[in-house]
């Protein structure tokens, strides 16, 4: 298996072997407090959520982040990687038992809610960070390979602590057990980071850089910096625009997914079936993601990057339509696993393209960036669905929209990324078709052509 081979390969390097079991053991923990949230809010008996309470959970958990992601990215391009790694994940075992602390008291109104807050934007930073510090510990003809092996396994891992946090609230019926163990593995991560350099993830500086404090000061300036940074590399600018319409889309697809199983498949008499059947959907999301980590590397040697994120912008225009049209639990779990399939392969395709195309100087803002696009996307498919979803989450006119908008983000897509200057674009590290060079083999020789 060609996934195994890859991470095999990966797992020669010591450095990498280091930040990729931080990166498996923090998001074996997100899966744990993932559960206890859901668990808490979603599937309580005393509460039945429509699609304004989702949209609320949404916005409470990411939006606010999205205010304070370019600061996160001044931080990231300032100070150690391994030190934010450590910090974070420390920092996000501390917060968990506060959140813990408020459900004991019974408590789900405005401190829970900014407990989560805080926590879930901790989290958005430590993966800015472990993406920012990825070039580090692997060579850069080997970040497609390692752009699939190390966030489709974080997902893995993601979905495995789910199932661990599944399985002890059903076994201990306690959602305070689930958010102790999310504190013990979330300590062990912070642990596991101090395994690397205090220098091993950058960033590269070269003494030039203002304080941090100075930095900050200088928000906005620096925003425009990196913004002019980014435009003079068009591929990446377009593939941030990418995930921005995938994440939007794909949204609303989860959205509507909680309310079918939360109110359409089953009664308020079912909850706990509900539970069970909406987990059952979730990992089939997750093994179309696992998927699509073994594809995609073999795909973009066999095509452009680009053209591979229109395809797979094609193909989830298709599915969305069928088989998830059908609103049965058969037709999710196959739709879940082909739109999973989906977004991961452009997850990796666009990762690649951004660590790429960006000075390392820049790409703690960018991967900051990055997030905040992610989470608006979210937030803003979230606050529709709540006005156009009903609460049984059943809407032809709502998939047909989605079916619609995927469709138009791969047209204009292929489109804006065929064009443009080939010197740009070369000058920017990456050949005429957007790829970073020596990626894969067969480089088609109209690429340039096309950007001329």
């Given at each position: ?62 939006l ?6 370019p ?58 960070g472990l ?20 966030p ?5 891992s993601?979905?495995v602590?789910g ?80 995930i921005?319409s ?19 498949f ?18 089939a ?15 973009t ?23 998830l049209?059908?609103?049965t ?44 696009i ?35 983000t791969a047209l ?21 078709g957007?790829?970073p ?12 052509t096309?950007?001329?």
């Amino acid at each position: 298996m060609r996934f195994v081979r890859d991470l095999v390969t990966l797992l020669r390097r010591w450095d990498f072997r280091r930040l990729f079991a931080v990166r498996l053991t923090s998001q074996f923990g997100d899966g744990v407090f993932q559960v206890a949230l859901a668990s808490y809010v979603l599937f309580s008996p005393e509460r039945a959520p429509d699609a304004g309470a989702i949209a609320g959970l949404f916005a409470v958990a990411l939006l606010p982040y999205s205010v304070l992601g370019p600061f996160t990215g001044v931080l990231l391009d300032r100070w150690s990687r391994r030190q934010i790694l450590f910090g974070a994940n420390l920092t996000r075992a501390g917060l968990v038992i506060v959140v813990g602390v408020i459900v004991a008291a019974g408590n789900a109104g405005v401190p829970f809610y900014l407990a989560v807050l805080l926590t879930l934007g901790v989290n958005r930073f430590l993966l800015s960070g472990l993406s920012a510090g990825l070039p580090h510990v692997v060579d850069r003809d080997e970040l497609v390979m390692a752009n699939a092996v190390t966030p489709t396994s974080g997902t893995a891992s993601f979905l495995v602590g789910g199932g661990v946090g599944a399985g002890v609230k059903l076994l201990v019926d306690s959602d305070l057990a689930v958010l102790a163990l999310t504190v013990v593995v979330y300590t062990a991560a912070a642990l596991l980071a101090l395994r690397l350099r205090r220098d091993q993830l950058g960033p590269d500086l070269n003494g030039d850089e203002p304080g941090v404090l100075e930095a900050i000061r200088t928000i906005a300036n620096g925003l425009i910096d990196g913004g002019r940074h980014l435009k003079q590399r068009k591929q990446p600018a377009l593939g941030l625009a990418a995930i921005g319409s995938l994440r939007f889309f794909f949204g609303l697809v989860t959205v509507a997914m909680i309310l079918l199983y939360r109110n359409y498949f089953y009664g308020p008499d079912s909850l706990d079936e509900a539970f069970g059947a909406l987990a059952i959907a979730t990992g089939a999301v997750g093994a179309g993601l696992f998927l699509a980590a073994l594809v995609t590397p073999w795909a973009t040697r066999v095509m452009t990057l680009r053209q591979w994120i229109t395809l797979l912008f094609v193909a989830a225009a298709v599915v969305t339509a069928m088989p998830l049209g059908l609103y049965t639990q058969p037709a999710m779990i196959v739709g879940g696993f082909l739109t999973g399939f989906c977004a991961q392969g452009v997850k990796i395709s666009v990762d690649t393209l951004v660590q790429t195309g960006v000075d390392d100087v820049y790409r703690g803002r960018v991967f900051s960036l990055y997030d905040m696009i992610f989470n608006v996307g979210q937030v803003s498919a979230a606050a529709l669905g709540a006005v156009i979803l009903p609460d049984s989450g059943k809407s032809y006119p709502v998939l047909a929209f989605i079916v619609v908008g995927f469709a138009l983000t791969a047209l204009v897509y292929a489109r804006l990324s065929a064009g443009g200057s080939g010197a740009a674009q070369r000058g920017d590290g990456l050949d005429g078709g957007g790829l970073p060079r020596g990626v894969r083999a067969g480089d088609q020789a109209d690429e340039r052509t096309q950007q001329g």
